[in-house]
């Protein structure tokens, strides 16, 4: 089994910035990629972006520019940097990593932006 520990989230102003955290343990051998998804009320997952062990980065259009993905393959964490965030990014924010072929998941993780 995989577990992933979030931290970070929270209310802040739009504008503002936040970071969140994620650490995994457990049966990580074979981790790739690892990354965050958001889920709003009534839609469906999305992906926010992501990281492989090799360091290429993907993320959501409506992100980009404004967030920053990080990892630390000796820590097996991931963090994302959000800046100039918007009351659209509210959302529970989940972290993702992918061990061989088999995708675990955070317990997630609130972020709201007021206007």
């Known amino acids: 089994q995989v577990q992933l520990v979030e931290s970070g989230g929270g209310l802040v102003q739009a504008g503002g910035s936040l970071r969140l955290s994620c650490a995994a343990s457990g049966s990580i051998f074979g981790l790739n990629a690892m990354g965050w998804y958001r889920q709003a009320p009534g839609k469906q997952r999305e992906l926010v972006a992501r990281i492989t062990r090799g360091g290429n980065m993907d993320y959501a259009d409506s992100v980009k520019g404004r967030f920053t993905i990080s990892r630390d393959n000796g820590k097996n964490s991931v963090s994302l940097q959000m800046n100039s965030l918007k009351p659209e990014d509210t959302s529970v924010y989940y972290c993702?990593?992918?061990?061989?072929?088999?995708?675990?998941w955070g317990q997630g993780t609130q972020v709201t932006v007021s206007s």
């Open positions: 993702n990593a992918l061990v061989f072929t088999r995708n675990y």
